[in-house]
């Protein structure tokens, strides 16, 4: 299903820096951080940039402010959304900084957390469904009835080029370490965030890779399809990674400049997610480890084990991969981090006895 408007008219450019330049001072500049122990498991340097910590509490709110400026500087007195959750507080939040009217779609299901930052940012929050596409007709429908566009979650330009700011930040903060990156490692969703990680690697030698949680796979899918395939998602314990459908706008970039995707379980992202707990005392969702998840299990595999691809060091031996990994959300149910985190010690103990 299509979620890209309707006029048929061409979709504008995606353009990462001059959203990146836009958005300095306007959003966090999250940092980016490395624990030892997962080096060690990854056989690499691992590189992660915060977005956990950005305004908002996911890097959402980049793609969001981005897109909904605009729109207020085109003479918009409001916008509509719908997401699982982080596009729709991002969004709120953002209307909310330019005065402007806003309704947010959410499931049924979301995350009472997110529910309630919508809310709290002044959205009418509007519950509707399971699925993207009945999220997606309530949309629509609000936004024929007040005349305010959609600020679509995955086939946004602007909202792409906002997402791969933070990508951006991550790539040139390792060059300027002396350690660029080799890969870089995404959660996916609708494939915005990875859409413009990809744009925002373009003219490096930067290997660009999606995870998807296992029975969430239409970007998998769809790239070995040729188009993008829907598929009924499974139950995972990431929620924000599981609309039916990668979006069509993010799949035309995706399909030419992913190196590949990568399928996580859930035991995988709970173990990222205890990793960055326990390691980093860096508090995500399960989506946003899910990156994490998904470069551990790509060396695992042997995939970050390519070191004779790559220039030999100064002292004559191979230089060490850097991996850059976006934790892209923060916004978790207490409940969840309370059952992860007991589960976690009680693991420790056992180790230790």
């Given amino acids: 299903m299509s979620h890209i408007d309707p006029s048929g008219a061409a979709p504008a450019p995606i353009d990462v820096p001059e959203a990146a330049r836009w958005l300095a001072g ?23 940039k915060a977005e956990n910590l950005q305004a908002g509490g996911s890097y959402k709110m980049r793609g969001g402010l981005f897109a909904v400026s605009r729109l207020a500087a085109a003479g918009h007195a409001g916008v509509v959304a719908q997401s699982t959750g982080n596009h729709a507080v991002a969004v709120a939040l953002a209307a909310r900084r330019f005065e402007l009217a806003a309704t947010v779609v959410l499931p049924v299901d979301a995350a009472p957390t997110k529910v ?58 390792a060059e300027r370490a002396g350690t660029p990156l080799d890969a870089l490692v995404l959660p996916v969703g609708g494939g915005g965030g990875a859409a413009g990680a990809c744009l925002a690697a373009t003219g490096r030698p930067i290997e660009v890779y999606g995870v998807e949680p296992r029975g969430c796979d239409s970007l998998a899918r769809s790239l070995a399809a040729g188009r993008p395939v829907p598929v009924t998602p499974a139950p995972t314990i990431a929620d924000g990674l599981r609309p039916s459908c990668v979006g069509e706008l993010p799949f035309a970039v995706l399909r030419t400049r992913l190196r590949g995707v990568v399928r996580v379980d859930d035991d995988e992202i709970v173990e990222a997610f205890r990793l960055l707990l326990l390691e980093l005392k860096v508090l995500t ?17 042997g995939a970050l084990s390519v070191a004779e691809r790559l ?38 103990e056992v180790a230790v006895a």
């Fill in 26 to 48: 306007r959003v966090l500049r999250t940092p980016v951080l490395r624990a030892p122990a997962i080096d060690r498991l990854a056989g690499a340097r691992v590189l992660l």
């Fill in 311 to 348: 220039p030999a060091a100064a002292a004559g031996g191979q230089r060490r991969r850097t991996v850059g990994v976006v934790l892209t959300g923060g916004n978790v149910e207490a409940q969840l981090v309370a059952r992860l985190a007991a589960t976690a010690r009680l693991e420790e």
């Fill in 285 to 301: 969702e399960p989506s946003g480890a899910a990156g994490l998840a998904g470069a551990l299990r790509l060396a695992a595999d």
């Fill in 116 to 173: 309630a930052r919508a809310r709290a940012a002044g959205a009418r929050v509007v519950l509707a469904g399971t699925t993207v596409e009945e999220r997606l007709a309530v949309a629509g429908r609000v936004s024929d009835e007040t005349g305010h566009p959609i600020v679509d979650a995955y086939d946004h330009p602007d909202v792409i080029a906002g997402q791969g700011s933070a990508s951006l930040e991550l790539i040139e903060e």
